[in-house]
């Protein structure tokens, strides 16, 4: 049960979402359990903001393969200032709990609230599923969304006897701990939102096992382990502690929904448990009186020949980046940005994002030379960074706070080329540029 990785299985996996996806855009009908609806383009929002990691671009990968382009990047200022008031799906990936819910604190904690209370649909995985989990500690206890307990919580902390520094977080006077990473076999117990049902697999990285609660529905559970399992503690604590606890949980609120994952199902490896986030999301609002497709992006064609060379002096700054990224995988160094170890491959993740859209986007029709300014002058500040810090390393000075700025800077740069991306995407479903 390997996951599946080609190209064109995915792309057949892929392809009854994009359909759906393309002919909801566009107000068509699409057939839903053997009749024919009008289904709501949602309008999705992806959080980029402070605590989130290099897995938020995940998202992006699946998203983009099926079909939902309306995407916006939130971070904890844009939550803040109401931005969830145009969205239909939020999604929070992993990265730094704490640092997440410090940034958006008791506004954001406030507006998530009503987000969902209103109708909204809530995907959080990893940091994110750990987010709105009852808590009494500071700043957690501002999102008790969920009264739900995991089995990876001690007061006693096991031995770990691989990567200790990717073994436990602190929590309070107690350890979120993490037995095992990468591949897991989950099987899925609800056939009222999968379009699929029995085992799959999934990678986890440090996410959660929830133990059963009556505040929320199960509907996967850790099943099993994998040849690509990587063990971190005792294999038996590694069993008592996941299996048969569940991986994905559910819990509506108000009109709204909370779907809570253990396991990276966005990761783009994946591909099956891919569309099990789309599956969440069609539940989620099914219940929606409107089924309006996305506003039409405006068209800003534009004869000036300076968006070109100012798009070919992006794509060179980036190139630029790329390779002293790649030099920096090759040094022993790794950085704690509060309660997460960044590796230098985590750079990369963010470059090659852009990279393998650049050629995929027409720049005289959807971008303005203020965007593209504001994304040289990022692009430019980040290969500098990046020398900088390569240049440190080999005089063995400490890069942290210059890796911090280096990665807050990846954030805004890489969700500023995708806005400029989706919107092109968008441009083309409306003109019949997908087929």
């Given at each position: 049960?390997?996951?599946?990785?080609?190209?064109?299985?995915?792309?057949?996996?892929?392809?009854?979402y994009l359909t759906i996806n393309t002919n909801s855009?566009?107000?068509?009908?699409?057939?839903?359990?053997?009749?024919?609806?009008?289904?709501?383009?949602?309008k999705i929002g992806i959080y980029n903001g402070s605590g989130a990691s290099h897995s938020w671009l995940w998202f992006v990968e699946i998203l983009d393969s099926m079909g939902f382009f309306d995407i916006e990047f939130v971070d904890e200022q844009h939550i803040k200032n109401g931005g969830l008031k145009n969205l239909h799906v939020l999604l929070l990936s992993g990265g730094d709990t704490f640092a997440i819910a410090e940034s958006l604190g008791k506004e954001g904690a406030e507006k998530i609230r009503v987000f969902l209370e209103e109708g909204g649909l809530y995907i959080g995985s990893c940091a994110g599923a750990y987010l709105p989990l009852k808590s009494s500690l500071s700043p957690l206890n501002l999102f008790n969304f969920a009264s739900v307990r995991i089995s990876n919580l001690t007061k006693t902390l096991p031995q770990p006897v691989k990567l200790p520094e990717k073994f436990c977080t602190s929590y309070g006077c107690?350890?979120?701990?993490?037995?095992?990473?990468?591949?897991v076999t989950i099987s899925l117990t609800d056939s009222t939102i999968?379009?699929?049902?029995?085992?799959l697999i999934a990678p986890i990285y440090g996410g959660p096992a929830f133990l059963p609660s009556e505040n929320a529905r199960t509907l996967a559970r850790y099943a099993g382990f994998t040849s690509q399992t990587l063990f971190l503690a005792d294999q038996q604590l590694a069993y008592d502690t996941l299996i048969g606890k569940s991986a994905v949980i559910t819990k509506k609120m108000g009109k709204g929904h909370l779907f809570l994952l253990g396991p990276h199902l966005e990761h783009p490896h994946y591909f099956k448990a891919n569309t099990l986030i789309a599956d969440m999301i069609y539940y989620g609002i099914r219940e929606r009186e409107d089924t309006s497709s996305f506003s039409i992006p405006s068209i800003e064609t534009s004869e000036c020949k300076n968006l070109n060379t100012l798009w070919r002096n992006i794509k060179s700054q980036v190139s630029n980046s790329r390779i002293v990224a790649l030099s920096l995988e090759r040094e022993q160094v790794k950085w704690q940005i509060g309660y997460k170890i960044y590796e230098p491959e985590k750079i990369s993740v963010f470059l090659e994002t852009i990279w393998s859209r650049f050629d995929?986007?027409?720049?005289?029709?959807?971008?303005?030379?203020?965007?593209?300014?504001?994304?040289?002058?990022?692009?430019k500040r980040l290969t500098d960074l990046l020398r900088s810090i390569k240049k440190h390393i080999m005089q063995e000075v400490d890069t942290t706070k210059s890796a911090q700025e280096m990665f807050a800077l990846l954030k805004k740069l890489t969700s500023s080329f995708?806005?400029?991306?989706?919107?092109?995407?968008?441009?083309n479903l409306i003109n019949g540029g997908i087929n």
């Open positions: 049960m390997l996951p599946i990785k080609n190209e064109a299985t995915r792309n057949d996996i892929f392809k009854p855009a566009l107000g068509k009908p699409v057939k839903i359990n053997g009749s024919f609806k009008k289904l709501l383009y949602p107690q350890y979120v701990f993490h037995p095992v990473r990468e591949e999968y379009q699929q049902n029995g085992e995929k986007i027409n720049i005289q029709k959807c971008g303005n030379e203020t965007e593209l300014y504001a994304i040289i002058t990022m692009s995708l806005s400029l991306y989706f919107k092109d995407l968008r441009l």
